[in-house]
């Protein structure tokens, strides 16, 4: 009788991933612009690859004027638009396609990676880095792997200032950084508030500047 084996296609999936873009991020010969258009590439097959495990194909828009022509398994989904009855029907998954189709695998990716921004490692040791390694009253919000706090975590900083982000892929990282500026009380005004962090930049975490209380 034959041993056991364990096969953990996710975790050969991602190993090999990261294993190209670190092998690309320390190639000291590769140009930084070139480095960074093959990290958007890879993020953009990884996205596409998950992506298709849960794709049931393309969906059509039908247009009912009676809620009783609507059958009985869309009636969760219809929306009403003035007299019209609309729902969506998801187009057969094909037989070239059915094999590819595994939900349960985007189901898992999902499942870790929201397990990484709730609690996860960094260059400061394991269970160091997310939501759940800060106060919870300074948490304002979390929108996918994104953390959005009123200050800058340890974690979050390079490891040449004394933080967690030791560079390796996969790391929490610091985006960008707002000074003086009203809490956020709605999604549209976080969103807001995110773009300009992201053009601000980095420097307000690592270099002083004087405090200024925001104007009512």
């Given at each position: 009788?034959?041993g056991r084996?364990?096969?953990?296609p996710?975790?050969?999936?991602a ?7 670190e092998?690309?991020?320390d190639?000291p010969?590769m140009?930084v612009?070139?480095?960074a258009g093959?990290?958007a590439?890879?993020r953009a097959?990884?996205?596409q690859t ?6 049931r ?11 009783r022509?609507v059958?009985a398994?869309f009636?969760?989904?219809m929306?009403r638009?003035?007299?019209?009855f609309?729902y969506?029907v998801?187009a057969?998954v094909?037989?070239r396609?059915?094999?590819?189709y ?7 990716v999902?499942a870790?990676?929201?397990?990484k921004v709730?609690?996860?490692p960094?260059g400061l040791?394991?269970?160091?880095a ?5 106060p ?8 996918g792997?994104a953390?959005y706090?009123t ?13 967690g ?9 610091l985006?960008?950084?707002l000074e003086n ?5 709605s999604?549209e ?9 992201v053009r601000?930049?980095?420097?307000a ?10 104007e009512?």
């Amino acid at each position: 009788e034959g041993g056991r084996v364990v096969v953990r296609p996710l975790d050969t999936f991602a190993k090999r991933v990261i294993r190209i873009r670190e092998t690309v991020e320390d190639d000291p010969e590769m140009p930084v612009a070139v480095k960074a258009g093959v990290s958007a590439a890879l993020r953009a097959i990884m996205i596409q690859t998950i992506g298709a495990f849960a794709s049931r194909g393309r969906a059509s828009t039908v247009v009912a004027w009676n809620p009783r022509d609507v059958p009985a398994e869309f009636l969760s989904g219809m929306e009403r638009k003035g007299e019209a009855f609309v729902y969506r029907v998801s187009a057969p998954v094909s037989a070239r396609h059915r094999p590819f189709y595994r939900p349960e695998l985007a189901v898992q990716v999902w499942a870790r990676g929201r397990a990484k921004v709730l609690l996860g490692p960094s260059g400061l040791g394991a269970d160091t880095a997310g939501a759940l390694a800060v106060p919870g009253n300074t948490l304002l919000g979390i929108n996918g792997d994104a953390i959005y706090t009123t200050f800058v975590p340890g974690w979050a900083k390079p490891a040449r200032y004394g933080g967690g982000d030791d560079g390796r892929i996969g790391r929490l990282r610091l985006q960008g950084v707002l000074e003086n500026v009203k809490t956020p009380l709605s999604r549209e005004d976080r969103d807001r508030l995110r773009v300009r962090a992201v053009r601000a930049g980095t420097d307000a975490a690592f270099f002083a500047s004087e405090f200024l209380t925001p104007e009512d």
